[in-house]
C-alpha cells in the first residue's frame, strides 16, 4: 500500500477561509493554553486546508496566531474531491487522538511545575 503524499505549504492566514460548519470550539482556557504554548514553543502542527484554502483543522489556532500578529504559517494542503472527504478529514483529526488518564495528566502536571520554572527547579 502506498499513502497519498500531501503538499506542505506556507500559507497567508489572511487568504484561508473558515469552514462555518466546524463543530470544535475551545474554551478561554483552551485558547489561553494555546497561546502560551505558542509563545513558548512555536507551532508544534500544521493547519490542515483544500486545494480552494477551506480551513479542515486549525480553525481555533488561526485565532491565536492572528491574536499573536502572525500573518503566514506552513500548512498542509490536501486535495479533497467533495465535501464528504473534508468532513472526514475534519472529524478523523478532531476525534481520534485517544483517551486521557486524568491521573497520569495530572502527575504530568505535577512534574512539569510552573512553565516559567527553570528545568530541575523544585520551587
Do not use: C, W
Amino acid at each position: 500500500m502506498t499513502l497519498r503524499k500531501n503538499e506542505l505549504v506556507t500559507v497567508k492566514l489572511s487568504d484561508l477561509k473558515a469552514d462555518p460548519t466546524n463543530p470544535n470550539v475551545f474554551t478561554k482556557e483552551q485558547h489561553a493554553g494555546l497561546k502560551k504554548s505558542y509563545e513558548r514553543f512555536g507551532v508544534l502542527n500544521y493547519l490542515v486546508v483544500d486545494q480552494n484554502n477551506v480551513v479542515i483543522d486549525g480553525h481555533q489556532r488561526i485565532a491565536e496566531l492572528q491574536d499573536l500578529g502572525i500573518t503566514e504559517t506552513e500548512a498542509i494542503r490536501v486535495e479533497v474531491k467533495n465535501e464528504n472527504d473534508r468532513i472526514l478529514i475534519r472529524q478523523t483529526l478532531n476525534k481520534l487522538k485517544g483517551e486521557h488518564d486524568r491521573k497520569l495528566d495530572s502527575n504530568d502536571f505535577l512534574k512539569l511545575g510552573s512553565p516559567d520554572q527553570p528545568e530541575g527547579s523544585s520551587d
